[in-house]
């Protein structure tokens, strides 16, 4: 058992020793512009969601002007690409795409982790209380999208939607001007486009809010969907339906952004968007779930692979961290007064890490963690180290309470008994304890291994291209939302019950055969 566990720390130590520890202290008061290793250009860092089309969505090729998007073999292609391609041609930067979830955005631009939000977002008075905005640089109206079969489809007038269950995207100031529609039910927000596109092919939603581009792209990529432009309409203000790039209070680069902006005239923005449409248009057809994973399986492929990494990784180190912590924890009173002093402030640190790390989300850890560090100590940490970081210390400490549980449940009399040979209690817990605390913790090793690959996909917020995050990249692309989310259950299925049944295996080779009877047969024969 010892060798095993010794293996155990060895594999975890090797792991470790790998990961891309790499602390880079930002620089220009937390800006992330930075010069190349000639120092003759800078890059401009822009977030984006990568997958609301058309404004911004991921592709498996740099097909039609597509750029790469930063730490993935996926590119970004959309109006919002092709935007922020022409602003770094202008102010000869490199361009890098960077891959976040819309809530990521503003805490991305303000730690400084991006340099700009080109990402279809309006800049209303809410947004410029926390971050800055350049010029517009495209204008639309709302419209409703619903289903093409039901009694809304016809609507003329916002009274039309009377008693409808209309939604929009989360944080946005589409969600707020449903209530102008009378007698409405005002459903609850959803977190992205694809979750309200499922909404609405399901039943669950009547109608979700959206600007015209998005809508002309629901209507022409599937024929489930109809777009609806109200004669009286939403009343909004015009920041509400503007769209413009958001930067970090106080950036420098606000006046070159907008000297760029302002040489491409409204003429040159919808023939962007009318092309960007025709091109999106032109990558949506009638595939089936097998087309839609062949033609889709470089991004399955890369986010299985990245959510298998950092759940062994995560739950590896973890589980050295529970069997400290754990340990820690259940360290009898000492006699000596001052040793006894400092196991008891090691256990109040490790009391408080337990419940504080349990009684938080681990979205709400990945948010403090990745652009906390960046926004107040000007230490950059990659989105994947932090991932390994945030999933280690969050499983880290529920393993610190299955351990602490096995070490109580071993008996008494063994503790007394291995005190009553003279062992110390380092040599009782790391000889006697320990082994058998190991053994009985697999199944919920095992448990825990399994929760952290559902768990990653929480990742997404803090730009890791985890299995969920890549699954939406390809339903916002290819509006194929059903088909897609069947292969990606298919694959967490597949995942979870392999990892069963190798944890099985574990446990049976570990148990042993449980027969005692060719051990005593020649125990016996020894004798004589």
Do not use: C
């Amino acid at each position: 058992m010892k060798k095993r566990i010794m293996v155990v720390l060895l594999v975890f130590a090797t792991v470790f020793s790998i990961l891309p520890v790499q602390f880079v202290n930002a620089s220009n008061e937390g800006q992330s512009v930075q010069s190349d290793e000639q120092g003759k250009r800078k890059t401009l860092r822009v977030g984006m969601e990568a997958a609301y089309a058309p404004f911004n969505w991921t592709q498996g090729d740099d097909a039609n002007g597509a750029v790469p998007i930063e730490g993935s073999e996926s590119f970004a292609n959309g109006y919002d690409v092709q935007i922020a391609k022409i602003i770094a041609e202008k102010l000869n930067m490199d361009l890098i795409i960077v891959k976040t979830e819309w809530d990521g955005l503003s805490p991305a631009v303000q730690s400084g982790k991006i340099d700009a939000i080109i990402a279809g977002m309006s800049p209303t008075a809410e947004r410029k209380k926390q971050i800055d905005f350049t010029d517009n640089y495209y204008h639309s109206n709302l419209v409703l999208v619903t289903r093409k079969d039901n009694k809304y489809a016809k609507a003329r007038f916002l009274g039309d939607f009377e008693g409808a269950n209309v939604v929009a995207q989360l944080n946005t100031f589409h969600d707020k001007v449903i209530d102008q529609i009378p007698g409405v039910h005002h459903g609850e927000p959803m977190t992205d486009f694809s979750a309200m596109r499922v909404a609405i092919q399901s039943g669950k939603a009547d109608a979700y809010v959206a600007e015209r581009p998005e809508g002309i792209s629901a209507e022409m990529a599937s024929k489930d969907f109809k777009m609806v432009e109200l004669e009286d309409g939403f009343k909004t203000k015009p920041e509400d339906t503007s769209i413009a790039i958001g930067l970090k209070k106080g950036s420098e680069l606000l006046g070159p952004i907008n000297k760029a902006l302002s040489e491409i005239s409204v003429e040159q923005q919808i023939e962007i968007m009318d092309n960007i449409i025709a091109i999106q248009m032109g990558k949506v057809k009638e595939n089936s779930i097998w087309d839609i994973a062949v033609n889709n399986k470089d991004l399955f492929i890369s986010g299985t692979i990245n959510t298998i990494i950092i759940s062994l990784i995560g739950t590896i180190i973890g589980l050295a961290i529970g069997m400290i912590v754990g340990i820690i924890r259940t360290i009898p009173k000492l006699k000596n007064v001052i040793s006894n002093f400092i196991v008891g402030m090691l256990k109040v640190i490790a009391n408080i890490y337990v419940q504080v790390i349990r009684g938080t989300p681990m979205m709400v850890q990945s948010m403090i963690f990745y652009y906390g560090l960046q926004q107040f100590f000007d230490i950059d940490v990659s989105p994947m180290l932090s991932a390994f970081i945030i999933v280690s210390i969050n499983t880290g400490a529920y393993m610190a309470e299955v351990v602490r549980a096995g070490i109580n449940s071993i008996d008494k009399g063994q503790v007394e008994a291995a005190k009553s040979i003279g062992m110390s209690h380092i040599q009782t817990m790391s000889n006697v304890i320990l082994p058998q605390v190991f053994k009985n913790i697999i199944p919920n090793v095992g448990n825990e291994f399994i929760v952290n690959i559902k768990d990653t996909s929480v990742l997404n917020v803090i730009s890791v291209q985890e299995l969920f995050f890549s699954s939406k990249s390809v339903a916002g692309s290819n509006f194929k939302f059903f088909e897609t989310y069947i292969i990606t259950s298919v694959i967490y299925l597949a995942l979870t019950l392999s990892i069963t049944g190798l944890l099985y295996m574990l446990e049976k080779k570990l148990r042993g055969s449980g027969s005692y009877k060719m051990i005593e047969k020649d125990v016996l024969s020894s004798s004589n």
